[in-house]
């Protein structure tokens, strides 16, 4: 698949950084899941992989986190 961004470059398989930030609280979550363009580095997660990081951080927020890293291991 063609990137959508530069239109150059092609999606491939690979890992990426996510940053989620709710008001002064921010969750880094590193090795993500994603197709990542091979000529400009744009990211696009799927929309399971999206589901899964953002019930983590809810979970973080709503027990107080106001910075955490986490490295995603495994996505469903």
Known sequence: MKCP???EGTMKNGKS???VE????LIFFKQVP???????????FSSDVSKQVYKIAEEAFN????LE????????
């Open 5 to 7: 961004i530069c239109k």
């Open 17 to 19: 950084t996510l940053t």
């Open 22 to 25: 709710r008001k002064s609280a």
């Open 34 to 44: 994603a197709l990542v363009c091979n000529n400009c580095g744009e990211t696009f």
């Open 63 to 66: 027990k107080g986190t106001e």
């Open 69 to 76: 890293v986490i490295k995603m291991k495994k996505i469903a």
